[in-house]
């Protein structure tokens, strides 16, 4: 087993849907944990196992009293570590903080959680390794990054200890002391905050709060029982204070007097050099929350850090100084400074020595200055300061890879854009004309063999362009004309070419750009020499023509000329080659221009192409469509012929119309999307547990010949009964009745349903395939029809599965809708012990006794390795037991209950037994369990604990009474 | 808290990096100039998932959570945003919308189709080579507006990371070599754990430290820097080395004027006793030499002048401005590290190039001359000019002759290189003359930009000992404050990087904006 553990642990990790489908949460979690603890596993292992813990908590410990469980198992391992396994006890603190953080754990103050945190604490006060040398030092790490995720995902967890914290921030040393600071300035942070949001503290609390050396503070005060860690109303604990969407900062109102906060933050600025350069950056941003909060105390105290800050080469830092300069603005940066800044940026964003990533970042910060004094607060706005003088630095040029090119000339256009504003004329200016000359310089690239990523790059250039500068004509009119003239170069970029269309018409509606591109795109196409036109440019052709026949207020005149040129013309191949894409192609235009505002006076031309398409077109697929359009073409008025083609902007009942249509969709893709089967948006259908009114089973092998009534008397019946299990289908399946309804959600359009077919997908592989189940119809006003649902498990396991229906309602329209999951439960997998028709109940206790003897005595005639014994004991008065038996048991009993005695068999398909024999005494019950499948132990444990709980709480009922 | 919710880290594939890829390479031919579609399959290195980080951002963004898919979900939705998913299909609504603007150092992953609105945001990636590394920055912000990118802390600490980690998988040359990186990614589970532990990035991966040297600290008062893993014990070196790259665009064309500049690194390597030993290098100019712009320093430097800061190439420079002596002092740390950059502009190009090309017939005549500028030393430690052709069938006859060096002709990749050698002659000029047909069978390399006569010589040079700016450091100026008198060695270099000669008969792309504006 233990061998195969890399793999599954790897197969875990990629997949964890996936890997669950072939065992259950539980069951792999109780794996891991067993393997834990098993001592001939190497730490190598011991880690590797860890890492579900580590990366997927919530799966594998759902519930607060699972994650409990886990975290006092991995609590129990850890103590029995060897103390020199320090990896794998370093992985067990990880493992322990996010299992019971994401179990909620820790937020419900278990007792698991807290005596974890005592135990970091405790690791953590071992400062200078004065107790356990250095060699624990990543151990002393890995408590201190707990505590502070701790404290991070609990703010004010630790608000009462920042005495303590900051003492042993102090003592430390080595470089461990980097551990403390980050713990220090979080915890600070924190309670500074919860301050700010208590009514009427002032400079006393916070002296207190410094000096404070309590307990743990539990949830959002000590009376609140265990706030949900999901339900902190307070998210300014999580987010920087000095960026908020309101941008405003709690404050504190201190006085002038907060020595202490003072000397302690000047410590911490003076030690901020030692640290690494992102845990600097994340210091910085802490000091800088708290000094916003704190008016008292000015931000110049940053003053002394600023220049190294600015000069630094590490992007996290330089963003420090950014953040510093949006929560302090001129209280700490002066106007000289505030321009300094911004040239930096600049310098910076085209900076050799820097990486394409950084620099990118660099240029988003310049669009997002924080200057001292903002004018407008829109998304992305110049600085002032930034003139086209000093952006010139950062024009596109064709050296730039694309995402640069790109974010460039985004920046670049806004400057010209405000540019242009100024110069009245509307026409742009030199900055501009760069602009205009860098995309053409771009579409030659595309025009010569560029790769894909160019030609991505160049659309995606000329669509920006666009986006800011389609109002100056000179500029839009000759792009579309270069657009025009490359395509007839290059006419795969048609779906591009389209694409810009489409994008452009959807943002700038009222500029009509795309509408011109589209009526260019046309007259090339159609003016262009036949003779040079080659199939595969036919192709491209009719896709553009398509988007342009969509346009009403194109002129589709040259479109029917130039398809009626390219069908009937003498030298054309087409008709001849029959090539039923094409044929297509054409047909899509034609639909379109069916559906056109000026179809009238495209009437004749019109006619006369699809005619021509019916008797020469060499493919009787398009011929037959070609027909059809012809007639709707000839028969119809305008009006209906649009009811019939049009798609969108139809009333539903019109849809039922395009559907038994949809074969005329001339193209593919309107083919498929006509034949569309529709999603609804929520669950329509549900199916309700049935109980039939007959317990009878109904499994009874009908296929088995019938024993005669008294077969060889004083048998066991043991061999007899097992051979019934010869014929593989015997007692394999389990049968489950359900009602179909309706949903709470009432649409008078689902009353009446048709052809249901409802279709179950496993969640896991303790199943074979459901096979599909129809029902005829399905009306609100009449009684559910009943379903039912055959199960045949590979293992006797409880199971979800995923269930979903189609339907036709009554206009003919096809649904598709999911059902809530069907829960299997671990009871409903039982079966009473199947016997052939007509055997005693004494030849049933026989076969009762010799299992459980067989599973006792542990002699294993068959495979009975996977035997096991199990005792369930609970307090539970006699009148209650007789109920207990009635109400769950009646259907399994092999013996009556008899002076509080009776036996019970579950079998379990395909091949579980579980045996009990019940004993109550007195006010006890005792549940003697016997199986030959251990793994279902713990389910028979659970069951026993339910039913036993349900009798308890029916008792209290009654006693209420 | 700045944190990430996922990391991962592909191999796989290998993309252009720029528009025009060549430009950017060392050896511009010697690869395959296709369209660098790589079919290996991608697959997942290593990644990382970060719960408790994960339950914080589920927090803040409330109903506009999205939760991380599985990982062969968040692979494939990478390369659809990178451009790289489908290469064989040329058109993907899905990946080439022109309406995705991919401006930003921050991808959006559309988990459930483009139209759902259900994105993660911000994925900071970083390729190089085969390597894509990954993460997902939590936003600790509320999400709707969506903040913007500049103001989540966490993005900062992302990109520092990533960089971090780029630089240790693959080392300081452009390209990873095989054996080391695959010894690097084997530790990449530990060395996540110790830097980046339940998604805080603390640190970042340390390269080459000498282990050897390095003793655990004492115990004492003074603290240790948490970048320091120990001290240093034994002799005392000190070894400061400066490197200037010069970069030029010479069009040889009245109408547009030619470029070059300079940037410079400062590489230290101190091997000095004391937890906190205090150093300090000193960067000198010669008398009229123009500052030193942009300079950028490393996070050890504990203190900086102003007016070291104040010159910037953005602007115009002032001639009265600073121009040093730079001081930094610092406080090493074990391993080699870069002290401080800077650029600089110097009054002439070292090589100051003419390139004409004629068109004859399918033929080129190629007339090129080089001039090495008298104020740089004639020493070179190698000095080459290539001239690629593209978008001609492959090279037939080949007629050229050359004042000085030698010429290699490489027909299959339609390259020549003229090797000059340590040395140009005593008139420092040197010339090429002669023409080439390219009546080969087969096509040569294509290259969209370089059409028609647009064409360009790449120059490959080092000059040892020498720097454009007069930059240098002085072994006197290096100041160390210790018990033990160090030894101090410095050097410097002078490379060429992207140093191009355009031909002057054809037309040459921008390369930078100031001239044009």
């Known amino acids: 087993m233990s061998a195969n553990w890399p793999e599954r642990i790897s197969a875990f990790s990629r997949s964890p849907s996936q890997f669950l489908c072939s065992t259950t949460s539980d069951i792999f979690l109780a794996e891991v944990l067993h393997e834990l603890r098993d001592d001939r596993a190497s730490d190598h292992i011991k880690v590797l196992l860890l890492s579900p813990l580590l990366e997927h908590p919530t799966l594998l410990c759902p519930s607060v009293s699972v994650g409990e469980e886990t975290a006092l198992e991995l609590m129990s391992v850890f103590a029995q570590c060897s103390p020199k396994s320090l990896p794998l006890r370093c992985h067990l603190l990880l493992a322990l903080t996010s299992v019971l953080l994401c179990s909620c754990c820790v937020s419900s103050h278990t007792s698991a959680s807290q005596d974890f945190l005592d135990l970091l604490l405790q690791m953590a006060q071992d400062t200078n390794d004065a107790q356990a040398g250095a060699a624990l030092h990543p151990l002393r790490t890995t408590a201190c990054d707990c505590l502070r995720e701790l404290e991070a995902c609990l703010p004010g967890l630790l608000s009462q200890r920042l005495e303590l914290l900051s003492t042993l921030r102090q003592q430390e040393n080595s470089r461990l002391h980097q551990a403390y600071t980050g713990l220090h300035a979080l915890a600070l942070r924190n309670a500074v905050y919860l301050l700010t949001q208590q009514k009427g503290s002032g400079a006393g609390d916070l002296k207190g709060a410094l000096g404070s050396n309590e307990g743990f503070v539990w949830g959002e005060g000590s009376d609140s029982a265990h706030p949900n860690s999901e339900s902190h109303s307070d998210l300014a604990l999580f987010s920087p204070l000095t960026l908020g969407p309101m941008g405003k900062v709690p404050s504190l109102q201190t006085g002038q007097d907060c020595k202490e906060l003072r000397s302690l933050l000047s410590s911490l600025l003076e030690e901020s050099y030692l640290l690494t350069s992102l845990s600097q950056a994340a210091l910085l941003r802490r000091l800088v929350e708290v000094l916003a909060m704190v008016p008292a105390v000015s931000p110049t105290i940053f003053r002394a850090q600023l220049l190294r800050l600015l000069g630094t080469c590490k992007v996290c830092l330089l963003h420090t100084t950014l953040l510093m300069k949006a929560a302090f603005t001129d209280s700490l940066f002066s106007a000289e400074d505030e321009a300094f800044l911004l040239k930096r940026l600049v310098g910076l964003s085209q900076h050799p020595l820097l990486s394409t990533p950084e620099k990118l970042f660099y240029m988003d910060c310049i669009l997002h200055f924080p200057e001292n004094r903002p004018i407008s607060s829109s998304d992305e706005s110049l600085p002032v300061l930034l003139t086209p003088r000093l952006a010139a630095a950062l024009v596109p040029t064709v050296f730039n890879d694309s995402v640069s090119m790109l974010a460039r000339l985004n920046l670049l256009s806004l400057v010209y854009l405000e540019e242009g504003e100024e110069d009245r004329e509307g026409q742009g200016g030199r900055g501009l004309a760069y602009l205009y000359d860098h995309l053409t310089s771009l579409l030659h690239i595309v025009e010569n063999q560029a790769s894909r990523e160019m030609v991505v790059t160049f659309f995606r250039a000329s669509f920006l362009f666009l986006l800011h500068f389609c109002h100056v004509e000179r500029y839009s009119e000759d792009l579309s004309q270069r657009l025009c003239d490359l395509y007839l170069r290059r006419t795969r970029l048609a779906p591009h070419l389209i694409n810009l269309a489409d994008r452009t018409q959807d943002r700038l509606e009222e500029s009509g750009w795309a509408v011109a591109l589209l009526r260019a795109l046309q007259r090339t196409i159609t003016e262009a020499p036949l003779s040079q036109l080659t199939l595969q440019d036919l192709r491209w052709h009719l896709r553009i023509l398509a988007r342009v026949a969509e346009e009403g207020e194109v002129l589709q005149k040259a479109t029917l000329n130039f398809l009626l040129c390219v069908i009937t013309s003498s030298s054309s191949a087409l008709c001849v080659s029959g090539d039923w894409r094409l044929g297509n192609g054409v047909l899509g235009v034609c639909r379109r221009l069916l559906l056109h505002p000026s179809l009238d006076s495209l009437l004749t031309p019109l006619a006369d192409l699809l005619q021509h398409l019916t008797c020469h077109y060499g493919e009787t697929d398009i011929q037959d469509h070609a027909r059809l359009y012809y007639t709707l073409l000839t028969t119809l008025s305008q009006e209906k012929l649009a009811g019939v083609l049009a798609q969108r902007g139809t009333e539903r009942g019109r849809q039922a119309k395009v559907r038994s249509l949809s074969a005329i969709m001339g193209e593919t893709e309107e083919l498929t999307s006509g034949l569309t089967v529709h999603q609804t948006e929520r669950p329509l259908l549900r199916l309700v547990k049935h109980e039939p009114d007959d317990c009878k089973p109904d499994h009874k092998p009908d296929s088995e010949p019938a024993c005669e009534t008294e077969s060889s008397p004083g048998q066991g019946g043991i061999e007899e009964y097992r051979a019934q299990f010869q014929s593989s289908s015997f007692a394999s399946e389990i049968t489950l009745q359900y009602h179909l309804t309706h949903t709470g959600v009432h649409d008078p359009h689902f009353d009446k349903l048709f052809s249901i077919r409802l279709h179950f997908d496993l969640t896991d592989s303790h199943y074979e395939e459901v096979s599909d189940i129809s029902v005829p119809c399905l009306f609100r006003t009449r009684k559910p029809p009943t379903v039912t649902l055959r199960l045949k498990p590979k293992q006797p396991y409880h199971t979800t599965l995923r269930a979903s229906a189609i339907f036709t309602t009554e206009d003919g329209l096809s649904w598709h809708s999911p059902l809530a999951d069907l829960n299997v439960a671990f009871p409903e997998v039982f079966l009473p012990l199947l016997t052939p028709l007509g055997w005693a109940r004494e030849k049933k206790q026989r076969v009762f006794e010799g299992i459980w003897g067989e599973i006792c005595s542990g002699q294993s005639e068959g495979d009975l390795t996977n035997a096991a014994t199990s005792l369930f004991c609970d307090q539970l008065e006699d009148s209650a037991v007789g109920e207990l038996v009635e109400k769950h048991f009646q259907r399994y009993l092999v013996s009556d209950l008899d002076k509080g005695r009776c036996k019970v068999l579950f079998f379990l398909p395909p091949q579980s037994h579980v045996l009990l024999k019940v004993i109550t005494e007195e006010d006890a019950i005792q549940v003697h369990i016997a199986t030959d499948n251990w793994k279902l132990l713990p389910y028979v444990n659970s069951y026993l604990e339910d039913i036993t709980k349900e009798s308890h709480s029916t008792q209290q009922v009654n006693g209420d009474v | ?517």
């Not at chain 2, 006793?273 to 030499?289: D, F, M, S």
Request: with cysteine; glycine share 6%.
């Open chain 2, 1 to 517: 808290m700045p944190q990430l919710r996922l990391w991962t880290l592909l191999q796989g594939f290998s993309r252009p990096t720029s528009l025009c890829t060549h430009l950017h390479q060392r050896a511009p031919v010697d690869q395959a100039h296709t369209d660098s579609v790589n079919l290996c399959p991608v697959k997942t290195l290593d990644k990382w998932r970060y719960p408790t980080v994960e339950q914080r951002a589920k927090c803040m963004a409330g109903s506009l959570y999205v939760s991380v898919p599985e990982d062969g979900t968040v692979l494939q939705l990478l390369l659809t945003e990178m451009g790289l998913s489908d290469s064989d299909k040329p058109y993907m609504a899905l990946r080439d919308d022109c309406l995705h603007q991919q401006r930003s150092p921050a991808l959006e992953l559309h988990v459930e189709g483009p139209s759902s609105g259900r994105v993660l945001w911000p994925v900071l990636v970083i390729s190089q080579g085969s390597l894509i590394l990954a993460c997902l920055a939590m936003v600790d912000a509320p999400a709707d507006p969506r903040p913007p990118l500049a103001s989540l802390f966490s993005v900062s600490q992302g990109l520092t990371l990533l960089a971090g980690l780029q630089a240790f998988l693959c080392g300081s040359g452009s390209k990873p070599d095989r054996e080391g990186l695959t010894s690097r990614l084997a530790m990449m589970p530990s060395i996540l754990l110790q830097i980046c532990p339940l998604g805080t990035p603390l640190d970042i991966p340390q390269l080459g430290a000498s282990s050897a040297s390095a003793m655990p600290t004492p115990a004492g008062t003074q603290k240790q820097p948490a970048w320091k893993t120990g001290v240093h014990r034994g002799r005392a070196v000190v070894n400061v080395a400066l490197t200037e790259m010069v970069r030029s665009m010479q069009y040889g064309n009245r109408n547009r004027q030619d470029l070059w500049d300079v940037y410079g690194t400062v590489t230290c390597k101190c091997e000095v006793e004391g937890v906190l030993p205090n150093v300090t290098v000193t960067l000198t100019l010669p008398p009229n030499g123009s500052p030193l712009m942009d300079v950028l320093v490393h996070p050890c430097v504990s203190s900086l002048d102003a007016s070291i800061l104040t010159a910037m190439s953005v602007e115009d420079c002032d001639s009265s401005a600073f121009s040093g002596p730079y001081k930094f002092p610092f406080s090493p740390p074990l391993e080699p590290f870069r002290l401080c950059s800077y650029t600089s502009q110097v009054p002439v190009p070292p090589i100051l190039g003419t390139y004409q090309l004629k068109d004859d017939d399918n033929q080129l005549r190629i007339t090129v001359s080089l001039k090495l500028h008298e104020s740089v030393r004639n020493s070179f430690e190698y000095c080459e000019a290539h001239l690629p052709f593209f978008n001609r069938d492959q090279m037939g006859s080949v007629d050229v002759k050359v004042s000085s060096g030698q010429l290699e002709v490489s027909k299959e990749k339609n390259l020549l290189v003229w090797v000059l050698g340590q040395k140009f002659p005593k008139s420092r000029e040197v010339s090429l003359e002669g023409s080439v047909s390219f009546s080969g069978e087969h096509p040569g390399p294509t290259d969209p930009l370089c059409t028609d006569l647009t064409a360009y010589i790449k120059l490959y040079f080092r000059v040892p000992d020498l720097t454009l700016s007069g930059c240098c450091v002085d072994q006197h100026s290096v100041q160390v404050y210790s018990s033990a008198k160090p030894r101090i060695v410095t050097s410097r270099e002078l490379l060429s990087s992207e140093y191009f000669i355009w031909n002057s008969t054809g037309t040459a792309p921008v390369s930078s904006g100031h001239m044009m504006l």
